[in-house]
């Protein structure tokens, strides 16, 4: 199993530019998340999907666009790039009913935008 | 307010110490804890869960307590190895919370 892919793991940007920042996993996991991590703010929740065709906003949704087309699926998309978004971003998933087990995280995404 | 918070650090020890973090969250009806543990440039992994009576896994005892809304995690015979941030976590209503974390340093 290799849990949870995030690609690109880094990226540079120009403000004004769109990407979609990749997610995929294979655990069939129904729960999957965004997050953002910035120094001395912990992870901010930014989207999340309870299953496929379902997403939802989170702490810090403006900005960015999800979708959910397939279980496996949750790429993130920013629409025009600000500095502000320059972030470390982590996807993650786990199966409902098992919040105990907590979430199994990607190796995370580094995005500069200048 | 802030749903969790933690003090940043960071704590420097010498191996063999004993330390200990807190935590405390906002929201009383939180229904689960956790720590995580984030390396550096790395993701955060899970490192236990915590418990409502307390759990220890190794050298590793996690508290938890309700009233006063705050959750500890004590590190005995602390390792080199276990430098690193530790994260805490709470859930609540389908959504995990997570606080900046506490650096931990261990000195040889």
């Known amino acids: 199993n290799a849990g949870v892919t995030q690609t690109p793991k880094f990226q540079v940007l120009k403000t004004g530019q769109s990407m979609t920042l990749q997610c995929a996993q294979d655990?069939?996991?129904?729960?999957m998340s965004w997050y953002r991590q910035d120094p001395g703010m912990g992870l901010r929740l930014i989207h999340y999907s309870v299953g496929a065709g379902i997403t939802d906003q989170g702490e810090v949704p403006n900005g960015y666009n999800v979708s959910r087309s397939t279980t496996e699926d949750f790429p993130l998309r920013l629409l025009s790039a600000a500095p502000s978004q320059t972030s470390v971003y982590f996807c993650a998933s786990r199966t409902p009913g098992q919040a105990n087990y907590g979430y199994t995280f990607g190796s995370g995404t580094r995005l500069t935008v200048v | 307010r802030k749903e969790v918070e933690q003090d940043p650090g960071p704590f420097n020890v010498p191996e063999g110490a004993t330390v200990a973090f807190n935590c405390t969250y906002s929201?009383?009806?939180?229904?689960?804890f956790f720590w995580y543990r984030q390396d550096c440039r790395k993701e955060p992994k899970l490192l236990m869960s915590?418990?409502?009576s307390g759990n220890e896994d190794g050298r590793f005892t996690a508290q938890l307590n309700r009233a006063s809304q705050y959750i500890s995690l004590l590190i005995r015979d602390s390792k080199l190895s276990d430098s690193a941030t530790y994260l805490c976590v709470v859930y609540n209503f389908n959504k995990f919370y997570f606080g900046s974390g506490t650096k931990l340093n261990v000195k040889p």
């Open positions: 929201n009383s009806a939180s229904q689960s």
């Open positions: 915590v418990y409502s």
């Open positions: 655990m069939n996991h129904e729960y």
